[in-house]
Structures are given as structure tokens and as C-alpha cells.
């Protein structure tokens, strides 16, 4: 395997480490200790040597327990290795951040691999014929040398000594029993500003994804309110960098810009066509910016997707928040992971914070059910929370804004392009034999049908199409959208205007259909404004 393949994901730095028939390599994007902090790590004798992707929040804590060790460098994973040495396996759930880390231990020629709680960094495993043990961040990594290969499962870690997986995170609500916790806004609050407090651990500069919808919009609004007491704020300057991508004139555009002229950020737009869109991201590197922190994982937890309007009881809508929560990994975290890696920037997810989902989803699923007749609308308890009379967070219309898909905020014509794009290179005598084709997950749409013979063309391997999620969906949804309401069955689509009788802007009934298979004129897709920067005056970040 050449190292290289993921070279982009860490453009900082490479090493490589060998140790009889062991190798260990690692691409470094530096956000902690740049100067000093390349792997791989090492304890004192260079005995235990780890190579690690992620941020360990509670590493300054941790190195208060290990007061007989000397680190070798100020990087936040520098304590994994003297965790191992004290504690064994067991120190992996003492760790607060997202991560994945191969440790191995010299001494006996084992190694300890684990995957951070909900799997926010991304991480695969593979065997080889010739009994090799593969790990890599990327599929990628190692697609070409092992008969076998899958995602690693978050919450788990894998020992040589044991030979097989463990899952280490083991919080109450994964056994998805109903909780009764009374809901307490302030309670609520106070977590998630903790959760973003902590993730202002930087040394390098940072700007937070605004696309005006609730949850990026409080995450912007917590880090302006408490940047300027965070060690970042003394050597970056106090003042929050925004930025937001779409189309002109797309839902997040406006909103974007309006809650950043209200948190005084400095704010910066990107306009895009779909053939544009992934280079927006490499723009904002080229500002200085090296770590952004983002809002997904807020409505797996709250149950914001517009489908959890159909859900029947609490019962049913708390087992499905725990469904989505769990199969994260597979979706946004992967996106969020990869597109931002894809440019050597970092994404940091507060709502995904350990503590913050204990105290989210002990919360009595009654006061999270969608209830419009009481004015309580997708997310109401999150919304509840920061809504401050004295100290407002946002603007009223901001902090009650409807959910919005990703796909939809940056401008309803990017996924009405993407599917019309599809629509050209799939025909119709293709799609009746798909199911010939495509045994496994057989697209069901053209859009799904043209993505799919991508994917194939750059991993035609059988494991790689194990390892991406299939079955009915409308607007994110599981299974359980068509199973709480079927007349969604005949509305197949990711966009959120197919929550028909709940999006603001629903597709109308009879147009439905066409849509969702893709039969969307093709001149919407070529009329899209090509990309335009909108520059922000007074540009203080250094690269």
C-alpha cells in the first residue's frame, strides 16, 4: 500500500514506523502542538508506539493522572500511549474527543486498534490472503491488498491478544429502554455550551460552517460568546470567521448571512454550481483556516428529520432517534469526515460530545414529539432551550426556522440538478435492468443508478459495496418514515420537500412521482450561477 493515497487527509506531515512485520504510517493534519507533535507517538522507551487521527479534549486532565510519565511533545495524543501503559485496554473509554488509533506495543508484539464513540472519524479494517491485518482511515487504504474488508465498527476496539472486536461504549441509552428524565431546558443548555467550549482547543485557526439553519446557527452563537476567553482568542484574535456555501439566492445563503451579521462574525460566501460545490471547501483552506466545527448529529438526536412528524408515540420515536444515532458513522459523520479531510481541514461536532448525548437522550421522548397543535415543531426542546429573552442567542425566526436537508438548504436547485444530471446518463432500458446489475442494494432510482456506477468504477471490490447503507428513504428517513405513514411509499426522494403535508415548500402531490424518478428537465442543471466568492473585508486570519 502506498501511503500517499491518503496523503490529502494530512498534508502536514508524514511518518513511517517498522517494527519487524509491522507498519505503522500516518498522514498529519497539526491542529494541536503543529510544532512538535508528528507521529508516530511514542511513550518514554519508544516501547508502545501509536499512530492516531482525532482530538482528545480531555488530554490536559488526563496528563494530570500520569504524573510519574514524561511526554514527549505537547499534542493532545500524546497521552494515549501512557494511558496504555497504566491501564490497559481499559483507558480507551477514559478518552473525551473523536478518534481512531493503531497502538502497538513493541514488547510482545501485540497491537490495540479502537474507533471513537459514534464514529466520527472515519476507519476500516481489512484481511489479506497472507494473514495481514489491515487498517487505514480510507477505504482507499486498502481496498487493493485484502480479500475482505469493513467498516470499523465505532464503540469498539480490536485486540490482537483477543483476536476479535470489543465494544467499549456501552452508555445507558444504548439498550434503547424508554427514559423518563423530566426536561429540563437549562440542564440542556448548559451541555451543549459545554460541549462546544471544549472543542475551542486549538493552536491553529478555526471558523465555524454557518448555513443559518438551528444548529449550526447555536453553534456559531456559543463560540462567539466564549471564544474570546479561550487560549485560540490570544493568538488568533477574538473575532469568529463563518462560512456558508450555495447556490444564489438558496435558503442558507440568506439565513447564513442574516445570523452572522447578528453575532458580528466575519462572514464569507460561496456561491456554487453542483459541478463547483466540492471547491468551495479547498477555498476555505486557502483562508488559513485548518479546523471548523459543524452541527451534525442534532436531529439523529432530537429527531429534527421531518418524517419524525409521523412518529406514532414516544416509544416509537425515541427506539428511532437511537437507530439514527447509531448508524451515523454511515452517514453524515462520513460525509462530514471525508469532504472535510478530502482538503486537509478538520471538522469538530459538538453535538456528538459523550456527555451531551447522555443528557439529550435521557430526556422523557414526550417532550421531544413533534406536537404543531401545541407549537412544538421538530427539535422544540433544543429550541427551547436557547431561547433567552434577556440574552437571546438568534433572532425568533432563526432559533423556529424549519428544518431544512443539507441537500435543500444550499439551494433547492442542487439536488433538482443532480438528479436531472442523472437523469441524462441513465436510461430508462438501463434502470429496468438494474436489478440484473446491482444484486446488492439495487438502485432504485436513476440518481441512485449513476452514483452507483461511480462508486463501482473506483471500488469494484464486493466488501466495498457492503460497506454502504441501502433500503427506502424520503428526506433522510429509515424504513420507518413509509412504515409510519404509507402513502410516503410512492415519494422515494432525499430531498426534504417530499414530507409532503410538512415542509414549507412540499413538492405538490401530482409531481411527486416524476420526481422522484428522476425526470427532472435537464436545462435546470445548466442554468445554475457558476461560483462566486463573496469577500469579507478585513480579512485578519494568517495561513
Known amino acids: 500500500m502506498s501511503y500517499d493515497r491518503l496523503k490529502h487527509r494530512g498534508p502536514d506531515w508524514s511518518g513511517l514506523y517498522q517494527h519487524g512485520d509491522n507498519f505503522l504510517s500516518h498522514q498529519r493534519l497539526a491542529v494541536i502542538d503543529p510544532a512538535s507533535g508528528d507521529q508516530p507517538l511514542y511513550n518514554e522507551d519508544k516501547s508502545i508506539v501509536v499512530t492516531v487521527n ?44 473523536m478518534f481512531s488509533f493503531v497502538l502497538l506495543d513493541t514488547r510482545d508484539n501485540s497491537f490495540l486498534v ?3 464513540a459514534i464514529g466520527i472519524t472515519s476507519l476500516y479494517i481489512g484481511w489479506g490472503l497472507d494473514g495481514s491485518i489491515w487498517i ?99 493568538q488568533w484574535g477574538a473575532q469568529l470567521h463563518s462560512f456558508c456555501v450555495g447556490l444564489e439566492g438558496s435558503p442558507d445563503l440568506k439565513a447564513g448571512k442574516e445570523v452572522a451579521d447578528y453575532l458580528g462574525t466575519v462572514h464569507h460566501e460561496f456561491h456554487f454550481t453542483v459541478q463547483d460545490g466540492i471547491d468551495a471547501i479547498e477555498d476555505i483552506k486557502s483562508l488559513g483556516v485548518k479546523m471548523v466545527i459543524s452541527g451534525e448529529g442534532s436531529d439523529e438526536i432530537f429527531g429534527g428529520y421531518l418524517y419524525f412528524h409521523k412518529a406514532p408515540n414516544k416509544e416509537e420515536f425515541h427506539r428511532e432517534t437511537c437507530h439514527k444515532i447509531k448508524a451515523l458513522y454511515q452517514y453524515d459523520c462520513l460525509r462530514a469526515n471525508k469532504s472535510t479531510s478530502a482538503w486537509g481541514l478538520e471538522a469538530r461536532v459538538p453535538f456528538l460530545d459523550k456527555e451531551f448525548i447522555d443528557v439529550a437522550m435521557a430526556i422523557d421522548p414526550e417532550w ?8 412544538r415543531i421538530e427539535k422544540w426542546v433544543l ?30 436547485s442542487w439536488i433538482d440538478g443532480l438528479k436531472a444530471h442523472a437523469a441524462s446518463h441513465v436510461t430508462d432500458k438501463m434502470m429496468r435492468n438494474a436489478k440484473n446489475i446491482f444484486l446488492h442494494n439495487t438502485p432504485t432510482t436513476k440518481e441512485a443508478y ?49 414530507a409532503l403535508g410538512v415542509h414549507a415548500s412540499a413538492y405538490e402531490a401530482q409531481l411527486s412521482a416524476p420526481i422522484a424518478n428522476g425526470n427532472v428537465p435537464v436545462k435546470i442543471f445548466n442554468k445554475v450561477p457558476r461560483m462566486v466568492e463573496v469577500a469579507a473585508p478585513g480579512l485578519t486570519i494568517r495561513s
Not at 465494544?167 to 445507558?172: F, G, K, L, V
Not at 421531544?368 to 407549537?375: L, P
Not at 456506477?453 to 424520503?474: W, Y
Request: proline residues 6%; glycine residues 8%.
Open 54 to 97: 482525532g482530538e482528545i479534549y480531555n488530554h490536559e486532565a488526563l496528563r494530570k493522572r500520569l504524573p510519574k510519565h514524561k511526554f514527549r511533545t505537547g499534542s493532545d495524543c500524546d497521552v494515549i500511549a501512557h494511558l496504555y501503559e497504566e491501564f490497559g485496554e481499559e483507558f480507551v473509554d477514559m478518552l473525551d474527543g
Open 450 to 498: 449513476y452514483y452507483r456506477m461511480i462508486f463501482e468504477r473506483f471500488f469494484p471490490q464486493n466488501s466495498a459495496k457492503l460497506t454502504v447503507p441501502g433500503g427506502p428513504s424520503v428526506a433522510c428517513s429509515t424504513a420507518k418514515a413509509v412504515e409510519w405513514d404509507a402513502s410516503w411509499s410512492n415519494n422515494l426522494d432525499p430531498s426534504g420537500r417530499a
Open 383 to 412: 429550541r427551547r432551550a436557547f431561547d433567552d429573552e434577556d440574552h437571546p442567542y438568534l433572532p425568533k425566526h432563526i432559533l423556529y426556522r424549519q428544518k431544512e436537508q443539507f441537500s435543500d438548504g444550499v439551494g433547492y
Open 136 to 234: 487505514s482511515s480510507e477505504m482507499k487504504g486498502l481496498n487493493d491488498d485484502c480479500e475482505h474488508f469493513e467498516c470499523f465498527p465505532p464503540g469498539h476496539l480490536y485486540s490482537s491478544k483477543n483476536g476479535g472486536f470489543r465494544r467499549w461504549y456501552n452508555p445507558t441509552w444504548f439498550s434503547e429502554a424508554i427514559p423518563s428524565t423530566p426536561y429540563d431546558p437549562l440542564v440542556l443548555r448548559r451541555a451543549f455550551e459545554n460541549a462546544v467550549v471544549k472543542r475551542l482547543m486549538t493552536d491553529v485557526p478555526f471558523g465555524v460552517l454557518l448555513s443559518g439553519g438551528l444548529d449550526s446557527s447555536l453553534v456559531a452563537s456559543i463560540t462567539a460568546r466564549h471564544l474570546a476567553e479561550t487560549k485560540a482568542a490570544k
Open 368 to 375: 421531544k414529539m413533534i406536537k404543531r397543535d401545541q407549537g
Open 114 to 116: 479502537a474507533r471513537d
